[in-house]
């Protein structure tokens, strides 16, 4: 049993500081360390991509990296994604395109879709696709997270 | 008063955002791991390495002794805890095969539950875990149903049932048939994989003498019920909550031995127990489903009708036998002739363990493998006799002028009746809208260019809205807020939508005033989950039952009001006006349910409260139906498979939300292509699984799942319910695989080609090189 | 799936990281660096490691630069470097072709190239690469440092000739001349999966002729390699589709191919011919 490490987590702009165990996931310190179950595990290895989270502005799978290695970086969940009761784009673009069903795999897809939307704004549809392929959804079927994610990307470049 | 023409209201037929969604994009959706308790312990579970064996002894004392362990159980110290029962009731004839909560004696497949650890958190648990000494002496393992059966525990074989169905008088079809026609086909075993995993957590207040558990799903009142037998406590004291569930295909849901395990820890270790199962657990711990293997044939008469059909199959049902008995074998052998006639037919259905994962239901359970089978010996069919495909479907379909269509089969414990539908009508559609004749000529350009391409069809009916009966409450506050508490369940599927379209259609009201509560067996004593396609049919008609109930009696009263009559008044977005008055007088709900209050004065006689409570009884499911048609590529030399295309008809009935019934559709497919070329546990001889991450086990990304073109017609409103909606549910998965292994025998030039699924690149390129392609 | 219990460390410099290394390396003490090969088998606790000495924050392993005619790419660099050319020229395209079919896109952000090769997974693309364009590993410890050739770096399956103290600190692909071509092969189950075998081919033309060749075949055996009765059916001759046929061929007799419960040798023997076939037709096209 190790020692106990104390780190500075900023998640969504807020710090937490807090003592970790440095086995502790990325995924489980923010979901149960820091009250943030936005987050979710699929797999925990490192496959089905729900964990993704943003870390310095990358999209990152939360599970594969240990609490202790965020100490002192910004990480952005899905919680942080709306300005207050404004929703992201990419949140409107979801529902208003039925691209969630159980909403469980929900967070990763839009975490990945946020982070790719900001490096690349224009980015082309089948570069796009590649990217939205690295997640699994077991509801959807895909077509309609293809959809939103597009529907999204046209919003944002036209806002910039 | 704002006019509801500018803005949908969410009635019938709108395709509305989901009330579900805001917090699950925000992140606020409570899943069961989500949920904590202040003291809660984690179980952690120890599990079998032995496919089968007889427990010698389990050493828990280095677990014990683990700093943060406070308890380690194995079934010693819960023997007063029955084995887990039937979900739709005691069976003597199969009580033999149930599965303990921890094992007792055997283990009977790797990863059957043999201890549990409880601990102050998970990581330590599973620390722990890994201390305690299974001491097992293997026994031999069986893996293929279709070998001998064993002996099972002196008492009896491995073959628990066989489940027989069928009519006329096969023998004599047969020996006078122009021509039988045989395969041999296999489903391989593959399920659900929803991608939240099981979780529970099961907390006794004692304060109140009260069992609760979190983490329910699917059929909470079942599940309710069947602890209150095990653990012997009242209904009243046993609650059951679903927060939210990340899918449930039908694996999630059933009453598993961890479900039981938190609960009697809950009671027994004073506190709050909670289990999260992790994904490699979940691979070989949740229900399998669908490995069947069929040898079926054909008596055809000259001109291509299929006289008799007769079949013999053997169901894989692994190490026990849980919550579903032999329900599998029921639909498998009940539902295999779908949509076509077959005057003279009989299904054997040997019901066998073997020493691997316990299967049950997953999404379609028994159609999807019977529509596989039955739409490849369709194929065969048509190869024999030299008839086009499509042909010797449309000589043996039921057609509609023989509809209402009984057969003398049993599926669920109700009778076959089709309901009326034109199968022969909706393929003229489905034919005419992705233009087959066309697509044909297409195909054999490309071949005769070298291209391996083709297209196949697969013919199928769903059944859905298994009653017998289910009932709703509705409540609406003094501000004109509508509450619907319902026994149904989500598995994310949009249930709370399509009961609130449903309930604001009869009220006339927006959708968005409306509140459903469902899956929390303390607000309403009777529920049938979800599943089975059951909850929009029943539950929703239910709820329709209701809500018009409540209308009636809003009518009545503010007709007392408005000193006219009820019939000469409407509701409009939540507003009672007259007909010929839209913008005139008028009442809010809101105003009106005050007018109810138990203590107003101008309420009179009427019962208080505006408020309903009614039941609707179904006597028959509803049989939807439809086809797949899809158009493949095979590479030649790697032996993989594209889909270009992909087609889906079906009759729906009467939609709710067109939006949410195309979603199921399109995810059912993308299920369907995964057990059609991509999904398979397999196992060593020695019973190890060899699919337990996902890695290994390899579901459809995006790049994998064709975007299907849908056809949705409205064309036969089911009869067995006043709103004529059938279910949505299982309709894009039923008919995946067969019209895929078709278009690949298409596309290949070698009829019959595929006989199994998954059709792996290795698979495909083994028939190849056996056709010397 | 939890993690066993393990010391942590985050070293600033390359001589911290090795001190560690040297402490900890008999206790399975383990670098960490992108994580998303180790932290994975770490879960299904294949790997125990004690102690994890986190590399990441040495910034000097994050160099990548062209020096002495080859790439050198520093333990820290990750994939997603090579999304845009790391390098004008061939090479560079080259690898940035092959970087697509690296695992998936948030994988790349973390994972490293260096910790690709230092993982030897068979069905990894980097180590096919390196193999294939006869890298060289610029490896350190506490003692010193030493370098080794690609073709004596991977030994079987998840296992290199490293030493459990040292940390494979770089690796240096030389450049490719302008007048190189390559192709590149892979076959998967799906998208960003591992492969099942996959190839990559490089050669110029002096004169018409095939000059140079360097054919390598991964994913199919226990360890990436240059297949050498393929690089002699090259040699030499006038690049056309008979050639092309005969390397294929006799790359697919040469390989030792490995089955596990979902592939068979067959199968990964006709598919490599396919994908070698295919690589060079691409140089071509």
């Known amino acids: ?160 | 008063m704002a006019t509801a023409t500018n803005r949908m209201l969410g009635h019938l037929g709108d395709s509305v955002e989901r009330l579900e969604d805001p917090p699950l994009v925000t992140g606020k959706g409570k899943f069961v791991g989500d949920i904590n308790f202040p003291d809660q312990l984690h179980m952690r579970v120890v599990r079998s390495a032995h496919a089968h064996g007889a427990i010698k002894s389990v050493d828990t004392s280095a677990a014990e002794a683990f700093p943060g362990v406070i308890a380690v159980w194995t079934n010693t110290d819960i023997d007063d805890v029955p084995p887990i029962d039937f979900r739709e009731g005691s069976d003597p004839t199969l009580a033999l095969f149930r599965q303990y909560p921890l094992a007792r004696e055997l283990v009977r497949y790797v990863g059957d539950p043999v201890a549990a650890v409880f601990a102050e958190d998970p990581y330590t648990a599973e620390d722990a875990a890994e201390l305690v000494i299974l001491d097992i002496d293997p026994l031999p393992v069986l893996i293929n149903a279709d070998d001998t059966p064993q002996d099972f525990m002196g008492k009896a074989t491995t073959e628990a049932a066989v489940v027989e169905q069928g009519y006329g008088d096969i023998e004599t079809t047969f020996d006078k048939a122009y021509k039988v026609v045989e395969i041999d086909v296999k489903v391989s075993r593959h399920t659900g994989v929803p991608m939240e995993c099981r979780g529970a957590i099961g907390r006794y207040d004692e304060a109140r003498d009260v069992l609760e558990m979190y983490g329910a799903a699917k059929v909470p009142h079942r599940n309710r019920d069947t602890l209150c037998r095990m653990l012997n406590r009242p209904a009243s004291g046993v609650h059951l909550f679903e927060g939210h569930t990340g899918g449930g295909f039908g694996i999630r849901g059933e009453l598993y031995p961890e479900d039981v395990l938190v609960c009697v820890a809950a009671m027994r270790l004073g506190r709050p127990v909670k289990w999260i199962e992790d994904r490699q657990e979940h691979l070989m711990a949740a229900n399998h489903s669908r490995q069947q293997r069929h040898i079926i044939r054909a008596a055809v008469a000259e001109d291509g009708e299929v006289v008799g059909l007769d079949d013999e199959l053997y169901l894989d049902q692994g190490g026990y036998i849980r919550t579903h008995g032999t329900r599998v074998a029921n639909m498998t052998t009940g539902t295999l002739p779908g949509p076509y006639r077959f005057p003279v037919y009989r299904s054997v259905c040997h019901f066998r363990l073997t020493n691997k994962t316990p299967a049950a239901t997953y999404r379609s359970p028994g159609r999807c493998e019977s529509t596989f089978v039955r739409e490849r010996l369709m194929d065969a069919v048509a190869v024999a006799m030299d008839m086009d495909p499509i042909a010797v479907r449309r000589r043996n379909l039921i057609s509609l002028e023989e509809m209402p269509y009984g057969r003398a089969l049993d599926v669920l414990g109700d009778s076959v009746e089709h309901d009326p539908g034109d199968y022969a009508g909706l393929l003229d559609q489905g034919l005419a809208q992705i233009g087959w004749d066309d697509l044909q000529k297409q195909l054999e350009e490309r071949r005769s260019n070298g291209e391996m391409v083709g297209a196949g069809i697969s013919m199928f009916f769903e059944k859905s809205g298994l009653g017998p009966s289910d009932g709703a409450k509705i409540f609406i506050d003094n501000s004109g807020y509508i509450e619907v508490v319902t026994g149904g369940a989500s598995i994310g599927q949009g249930f709370e939508t399509a009961m609130a379209q449903i309930a604001a259609e009869d009220l006339g009201t927006d959708y968005r005033r409306i509140r459903v509560v469902h899956g929390q067996t303390n607000r309403i004593d009777y529920g049938v989950g979800a599943h089975a396609s059951r909850a929009t049919v029943l539950t929703g008609t239910a709820v329709s039952l209701t809500a018009q109930a409540v209308r009636a009696k809003a009518l009545d009263m503010a007709a007392e009001l408005m000193q006219t009559t009820a019939d000469s008044l409407t509701i409009t977005d939540g507003a009672v006006h007259s007909k010929n008055n839209p913008t005139g007088p008028s009442l809010t709900l809101g105003e009106i349910a005050e007018a109810l209050l138990p203590t107003s004065k101008i309420r009179g006689d009427r019962e208080p409260y505006l408020k309903g409570e009614e039941w609707f009884h179904i006597d028959h499911q509803t049989y939807p139906y439809g086809h797949h048609i899809a158009v493949v590529k095979v590479d030649p030399d790697t032996g993989g498979v594209e889909i270009e295309k992909y087609f889906i008809a079906y009759d729906i009935g009467r939609s709710i939300n067109p939006m949410m019934i195309e979603g199921q559709l399109v995810g059912g497919l993308a299920q369907g292509v995964g057990g059609a070329l991509f999904e398979e546990f397999t196992y060593t001889e020695a019973g190890d699984p060899q699919a337990v991450t996902f890695a290994d086990y390899l579901m459809p990304t995006l790049q994998e799942t064709p975007e299907p073109e849908i056809l949705l017609t409205e064309d036969f409103p089911s009869i067995r319910t006043p709103l004529g909606i059938k279910g949505a549910g299982e309709a894009g998965i039923t008919g995946a695989a067969g019209a895929i292994a078709s278009a690949i025998d298409n596309a290949i030039g070698i009829p019959g080609a595929v006989t199994e699924t998954p059709v792996s690149p290795q698979r495909l390129k083994t028939i190849l090189r056996e056709h010397g392609k | 799936m939890k993690p066993t219990a393990f010391e942590y460390h985050a070293p600033t410099t390359v001589n911290e990281a090795l001190a560690l290394l040297a402490e900890y390396a008999p206790n399975d003490g383990r670098i960490l660096a992108g994580g998303q090969s180790l932290v994975p088998t770490m879960a299904f606790r294949l790997a125990r490691p004690t102690h994890l000495i986190d590399i990441n924050k040495i910034v000097e392993l994050e160099k990548i630069s062209v020096e002495d005619g080859a790439l050198c790419i520093g333990a820290n660099v990750r994939h997603a470097k090579f999304h845009t050319p790391a390098c004008d020229g061939v090479l560079g395209n080259l690898l940035s072709e092959v970087v697509k079919s690296v695992a998936h896109y948030p994988i790349r952000q973390r994972g490293t190239f260096c910790g690709s090769l230092a993982h030897s997974d068979p069905a990894s693309e980097w180590c096919m690469v390196a193999a294939t364009l006869d890298a060289t590993m610029i490896v350190q410890s506490a003692a010193g440092e030493r370098v080794i050739p690609a073709d004596e770096f991977f030994d079987t399956v998840m296992t290199t000739t490293l030493n459990d103290d040292e940390l494979l600190r770089e690796v240096r692909i030389p450049l490719l001349s302008k007048d190189s071509v390559y192709g590149f092969q892979e076959f998967s189950r799906r998208a960003g999966d591992f492969a099942i075998s996959m190839t990559l081919v490089t050669y110029r033309l002096e004169a018409g002729k095939i000059v140079d060749p360097h054919l390598g075949v991964g994913g199919a055996e226990d360890r990436p390699r240059r297949i050498a009765e393929a690089e002699e059916a090259l040699a030499g001759q006038i690049p056309s589709d008979s050639i092309f046929q005969a390397a294929a061929d006799a790359a697919a007799a040469a390989i030792d191919p490995m089955e596990d419960h979902a592939t068979n040798a067959q199968y990964r023997r006709e598919l490599t011919e396919t994908l070698v076939r295919r690589a060079l037709e691409n140089t071509v096209s």
């Open chain 1, 1 to 160: 049993m190790s020692d106990k490490k104390e780190i500075k987590l900023t998640i969504n702009g807020r710090v937490h500081n807090i003592s970790v165990d440095p086995r502790w996931t990325l995924a489980d310190t923010i979901r149960d360390h820091c009250g943030q179950t936005g987050t979710h595990l699929g797999c925990e290895h490192g496959v089905c991509g729900a964990c993704t989270v943003l870390v310095d502005d990358t999209p990152v799978r939360s599970c594969l990296m240990f609490g202790i290695q965020a100490d002192g970086k910004k990480i952005r969940t899905v919680e942080g994604l709306a300005n207050g009761s404004e929703y992201h784009p990419l949140q409107k673009a979801f529902m208003e395109n039925h691209a969630l069903q159980c909403g469980y795999c929900t967070p990763g897809f839009l975490m990945l879709a946020t982070g790719i939307l900001e490096a690349q704004p224009d980015i082309g549809d089948d570069e796009l696709n590649d990217v939205l392929s690295s997640n699994l959804c077991r509801c959807t079927g895909y077509a309609n997270i293809i959809k939103a994610v597009r529907a999204a990307r046209d919003e944002m470049r036209k806002t910039d």
